[in-house]
């Protein structure tokens, strides 16, 4: 199934409460080929988290992701990768700084194989699906337009090599932040 036949808004508020009740049999259908696919893992980490500063980012995979979003109110850093991908393979260093471990922790951390999961790199993709981007997303679905790299060719490219640019994004996409987990009622 490709991500134009999905009941959704990708691009803005993709996991908002419209959607839900449109998308009940699609969803049904997409948790089954989810669970069912061989060698994909279920619980845990996504696809080469390790590589990404796994033991210290909490990365999630899409769905758990959004949901958890959805009950805490954090807003969302997804960040899109390929094994092939030497961008993405000096990116990963940039993970390991310890101001972007401490900044990860007011977000949602989700992390896109877009070989694996070639669905959500095509619907989550404002500008293009080239690799690596990074796209942060406030806890509505909607992307922080405002948060974005200097090239404007892509704009969801980060510094590959330095930290500084990633963790200044992280620190003012926070303050954007209206609502506090700690505010919000556990569901």
Not at 47 to 58: F, H
Not at 145 to 165: F, Q, S, V
Request: aromatic share 10%; hydrophobic share 40%; net charge negative.
């Amino acid at each position: 199934m490709s991500a134009e036949t999905l009941p959704m808004k990708p691009r803005s508020a993709w996991w908002s409460a419209s959607w839900v009740p449109t998308s009940a049999a699609v969803g049904l259908v997409l948790l089954s080929a989810f669970l069912f696919v061989p060698g994909r893992v279920v619980a845990g980490q996504p696809n080469m988290a390790e590589l990404w500063n796994g033991a210290e980012i909490a990365w999630q995979e899409v769905g758990p992701g959004i949901r958890e979003s959805t009950r805490t109110g954090k807003p969302v850093v997804m960040v899109f990768h390929a094994s092939w991908c030497t961008s993405c393979k000096r990116y990963r260093q940039v993970w390991k700084d310890p101001g972007v471990v401490a900044a990860s922790k007011d977000f949602v951390m989700i992390l896109v194989d877009v070989d694996k999961d070639p669905d959500a790199n095509g619907a989550f993709s404002p500008d293009g699906t080239y690799v690596p981007r990074t796209i942060f997303y406030n806890a509505e679905g909607d992307v922080m337009t405002e948060m974005r790299g200097k090239d404007p060719a892509y704009p969801h490219t980060i510094d590959l090599d330095d930290p500084t640019e990633l963790r200044t994004l992280m620190q003012k996409a926070g303050t954007k932040r209206s609502d506090r987990p700690d505010d919000r009622a556990e569901n």
